[in-house]
């Protein structure tokens, strides 16, 4: 009898174990990858670059290098995304964006510093960089310019329809 409940067990056992093994790669079916190389993991892979640019209100500058992303939707439809700039072209980068609001130096929103301890993001010493937040705005946007070198800036954004 003792054996028999044993074998069982050992049965019940490999039925949850199949059970949880199916279930996991049903989970690994459905989170497919952004085929865009320059997307973080877990990046939406039904939303492209652009067409998150476009419904964010971020035009790029034109020499933008070294672009990293991610779109998530579709609870708040978020995209953070980075990328490196001559510095000379912040201003206009801001202004063809329709960002209202100004840097101020040293600033750096909460959620931007965030995203760059999960991203690995690097801002630099405070008093090289300036930031931004648009919290009124639609979509809510927030911007961090570090400056690399004399010539260089990193730009982190996060941007969300909440």
Known sequence: MRQGGSVAKRVLSLCILGAVMA?????????????????????????????????????????????RFKVTTPMDYELDL????????????LQESNFRKRLKDGYAPS????NAV?????????ERYAGLAEKKSSP???????????????????????
């Open 140 to 162: 809510q946007r927030y911007v961090v310019v570090s400056h690399r070198n004399k010539k260089t800036c990193q730009i982190f954004l996060y941007s969300n329809y909440s």
């Open 82 to 93: 980075t990328f490196r700039t001559k510095c000379g072209n912040i201003a206009s980068f």
């Open 23 to 67: 279930a996991a790669g049903a989970c690994a079916e459905e989170e497919s990858e952004n085929p865009d190389p320059r997307a973080y993991p877990r990046s939406d892979p039904d939303v492209g670059l652009n067409v998150a640019l476009s419904e964010h209100k971020i035009v790029l500058p034109k020499d933008a290098r070294g672009l």
């Open 111 to 114: 959620i931007i510093v965030g």
């Open 118 to 126: 999960h991203y690995g993001w690097e801002l630099g010493p405070k």
